[in-house]
């Protein structure tokens, strides 16, 4: 077991008439695997990788726990929690562009955490020089050499993977890598993360997405969020072929692109009872008041009173 | 914050009252009396009373300052209004604006003084020909931002024209914005004005709060020794309430003072 | 290279516009160019002689395009006339005084800089904690202060209420350095202080708005040491706007040093400023107003080349 979430619920400051953000979130990542977190925007899935980076403003309420080898990283002091990043736990953020620095070189900002560390700056380059050319930047020298703007967007998101797996990670935590992406490059950004799989087999991926596409082609297992609450876990196989929560069906039939409304977020969170009974189209009674349990059938975990014994 | 505000007020405010009732100030005391009677905070180096000459500074001092802080303003929001309505006029007038922001303001000030004649009116005139392009900048953008609003697209819809839609339709709903400006430019038409008069480059014979403050340091003799506390203390103090006054109710309006650090949080 | 030039492009516009500013503006007042002034008070300052070297110092009786031509022609020779009241070049008048200027200046500068740009970044890490809040309002009253109020405060409550310096800042031909450095102390802390909640004001919102930036928050999530993200990434994406706003301020502080030379009687270029109207000194004036625009122009150009220096966003790509 690389990572194990408990009970973790995050809530902000100025929202607490609302539901939190994230509510009681159990999540298992063993070495190897990969594990994609799904759900519409506002469901929470990014704020669970800050949490995990412990980024998220101090205005915001995070509890629970996070195991990571025998730690719980968000009871570590700040000065030990920074030792797991940059080594342990690598971030690949959504937006390449937002993310860089915009005016340091990207060699450097690849070559820092390695810096961080005390290695050496041929050390460190050694390190990354076969990477960036594994990883389509070439020649590795002129690319490391030059500022973000002056590569294209592709070449930027590469430049963020390669900055993570330069980081020789256990974990590595990306989040929607194909949000704002058009259909052509999609593949290659799947490719791309096919690839790093590939050049270091045992490291763990928890991948966020609504990018069914990528979820089918990286995931070994999905967990499915809606608004805040986890409503479905189980294998990809399984997600695929039979999913049992309703908002798990109507992601797969792509409803929440062509008909079913998504509600606003505020709305979202003050939903009595089941909270996607506002939009299910099989909401039984008890759904309105009664708020369902996460249940374990067969080998799907689902928050739902259809399920319920 | 308010509170505090208000009370700073009290003394400048008053003082601008009593410049409406009380008679101006003549030299017919004796030189350098103490505070006391008859003369409430003493008088200056040729007899005059030092507190009607506070109350009838204060008449100029605050009243060239609003005035060129209120022409200013408006100036501000015509050009800025224009320059955020009219995607036409916009770079032209943003980099006018700029243009004139580059524009050292104190030595041009000091420059038209000279040439021109040093009464009030004009001082007005020139503050308030240097003061707008702040507002200006701080208007377009919220202008720009509205241009497109729904209640503005209607209004143009039934043929309004486009003064009438910046003046009726967009302006109503900067208001904290543009009172914010208008105390940011009272303020400076204020200390502007102090600040001519105490280099000695307004008419002798108006008297102000930066007239009394340079008759005061023309000689080391009236602010050494005991009588800086009548002849420099008071206009000094009254000025600086004025500010603090003006500067604490902005204060208290957040936006003035953070970028902020607001994060998204889906 | 082409950016390069654009900008001194625009400054040498600018500097014209400026220049026709000061032409014209002297020629279409009303009357004379001296029209501030009655003709029996030009007769009071001025001999007959001095008036009739100012009459052809200006070249009234020409056509105006000639004139425009001639004060160009004088202009670009580095001549700025003669000056009436000295006697001298304007040049040579000015250049002592304009040394104590820039040495007030340079020595307030440092400081308030050091000082308000560490306060504001402490400031800035340390958002939205109650002390900072009660810092944050402070600088901005002080801020809201002119330079002469503070530099009034300063000298009633350090020169004469307790007389520990020299209220009087004078410097005679015979005076040791030392006690010139005293009476540098109270002007140049005046300043020091004006520029301080600038200062303070400008690093902390440049801070503000890149710690809201995600690159910060990816760079700490890199696990780089506090000190890193600091110096290297905050600083370095915060550091183009604040040294070109440090350069508009510097233009700026020649306006505010003005005030408080003539608090504290500082022989400084607003002394002789003073001294040139009080002896209705055109060409003095003139020239000191040409040199002090000058000044503020060229600062500003320097902040625009600067940041085009600092951020590889506004260079061409090799």
């Known amino acids: 077991m690389m990572l194990s979430v408990n009970k973790l619920t995050v809530a902000f400051a100025g929202k607490a008439k609302f539901a939190p953000v994230l509510e009681d979130l159990w999540l298992e990542l063993c070495s190897g695997e990969t594990v994609a977190l799904v759900g519409e925007s506002g469901a929470g899935k990014s704020v669970f990788i800050e949490a995990v980076l412990r980024l998220l403003p101090a205005s915001c309420r995070v509890t629970g726990e996070i195991h990571y080898q025998g730690h719980n990283l968000l009871a570590l002091p700040q000065s030990e929690f920074r030792r797991f990043l940059g080594r342990e736990l690598a971030w690949v953020p959504q937006s390449a562009s937002g993310a860089l620095h915009p005016m340091l070189p990207i060699g450097l900002q690849l070559m820092e955490p390695l810096l961080a560390r005390g290695m050496k700056r041929q050390a460190a380059w050694a390190e990354i020089e076969p990477l960036l050319e594994s990883l389509d930047l070439k020649p590795a020298r002129q690319v490391a050499q030059s500022y973000p703007h002056q590569l294209s967007g592709g070449m930027r998101q590469r430049a963020l993977v390669a900055a993570a797996l330069a980081q020789k990670p256990k974990v590595l935590l990306v989040d929607e890598p194909t949000k704002g992406v058009d259909t052509e490059r ?80 505020a709305e979202s969170r003050s939903v009595t009872g089941c909270r996607f009974h506002p939009r299910c189209p099989i909401a039984l009674e008890r759904c309105q008041s009664d708020e369902p349990q996460v249940t374990l059938h067969e080998h799907t975990h689902v928050r739902c009173w259809l399920y319920a014994s | 914050m308010r509170i505090v505000a208000l009370l700073c007020a009290l003394v400048p405010l008053s003082l601008l009252l009593l410049g409406f009732v009380l008679p101006r100030a003549e030299a017919i005391h004796p030189p350098f009396s103490p505070p006391g009677r008859g003369n409430l905070l003493g008088t200056d180096d040729v007899g005059q009373d030092i507190f009607s000459q506070l109350a009838s500074g204060g008449l100029t001092t605050i009243g060239v300052g609003a005035a060129a802080g209120v022409l200013a303003t408006l100036f501000g929001l015509l050009v800025g209004g224009a320059a955020g309505y009219w995607p036409r006029l916009e770079t032209g007038l943003t980099r006018f604006t700029d243009l004139i922001l580059t524009f050292p303001r104190l030595p041009l000030l000091v420059l038209l003084s000279l040439y021109l004649k040093p009464n009030p009116l004009n001082a007005v005139v020139v503050l308030a020909l240097f003061g707008w392009p702040s507002s200006a900048r701080t208007v377009r953008p919220a202008v720009s931002g509205l241009r497109e609003a729904g209640h503005v697209q209607i209004a143009k819809s039934m043929n309004a024209s486009g003064l009438y839609i910046i003046f009726r339709h967009i302006l109503p709903q900067l208001t904290p914005l543009i009172l914010v400006q208008l105390l940011l430019e009272i303020r400076f038409g204020m200390v502007a004005q102090t600040g001519l008069a105490f280099l000695g480059l307004t008419d002798p014979s108006v008297p102000s709060w930066g007239l009394m403050l340079f008759q005061a340091f023309r000689h080391p003799q009236t602010f050494l020794g005991p009588y800086w506390l009548w002849t420099v203390l008071p206009p000094a103090l009254a000025l600086a309430l004025a500010v603090l006054a003006l500067s604490l109710s902005l204060l208290t309006d957040e936006r003035q003072l953070d970028p902020r650090l607001r994060r998204e949080t889906t | 290279m082409f950016r390069f030039w654009a900008t001194v492009l625009q400054y040498l516009g600018l500097a014209l516009l400026a220049l026709s500013l000061n032409f014209f503006l002297l020629r279409l007042a009303p009357g004379s160019p001296l029209s501030g002034l009655d003709q029996s008070e030009l007769d009071a300052a001025l001999s007959q002689q001095q008036e009739e070297r100012l009459k052809a110092h200006y070249g009234l009786d020409l056509p105006l395009p000639v004139q425009f031509s001639h004060y160009f022609l004088r202009l670009s020779r580095g001549d700025l006339g003669q000056s009436l009241y000295f006697n001298q070049p304007v040049a040579q008048v000015v250049w002592p005084y304009l040394q104590r200027t820039l040495l007030l200046i340079g020595l307030g500068f440092l400081p308030a800089l050091l000082i308000g740009g560490a306060l504001g970044m402490l400031s800035a890490l340390n958002h939205r904690k109650p002390w900072e809040r009660w810092l944050l309002g402070g600088m901005v009253l002080l801020q809201s202060f002119p330079p002469f109020l503070i530099a009034i405060l300063l000298l009633v409550l350090l020169a004469v209420v307790f007389p520990i310096f020299p209220a009087v800042s004078t410097m005679l031909p015979g005076q040791g350095l030392s006690d010139r450095l005293e009476r540098m102390v109270l ?15 400008l690093v902390r919102g440049s801070f503000l708005g890149v710690l809201g930036q995600e690159f910060i928050s990816y760079a700490r999530a890199k696990g780089l040491p506090e000190r890193t993200v600091v110096l290297r990434h905050i600083l370095r994406a915060a550091l183009p706007p604040l040294i070109a706003r440090t350069a508009l301020i510097l233009g700026v502080s020649f306006g505010g040093v003005f005030f408080i030379e003539s608090v504290f009687s500082y022989p400084g270029l607003a002394s002789l400023a003073l001294t040139a109207i009080a002896r209705v000194d055109y060409p003095l004036i003139e020239g000191i107003f040409l040199l002090t625009l000058g000044m503020i122009l060229l600062f500003n150009l320097l902040a625009d080349l600067l940041v085009a220096r600092f951020d590889p966003r506004t260079q061409e790509a090799a």
Do not use: C
């Open chain 3, 187 to 201: 002007p140049v802390s005046a300043y020091a202080l004006w520029e301080l909640g600038l200062f303070y004001l």
């Open chain 1, 186 to 265: 999609r593949q290659q950004v799947i490719a791309l993360f096919q690839e790093a799989k590939q050049l270091q087999p045992e490291l763990s991926v928890l991948v966020v997405s609504h990018d069914l596409d990528l979820v089918e082609a990286l995931a070994d297992r999905v967990v499915v969020l809606y608004a805040g609450q986890l409503v479905e876990a189980t294998s990809r196989k399984a997600f695929f072929s039979e999913p049992m929560h309703p908002f798990a069906k109507a992601l797969l039939a792509a409803l929440p692109k062509n008909g079913l409304e998504a509600l606003p977020w």
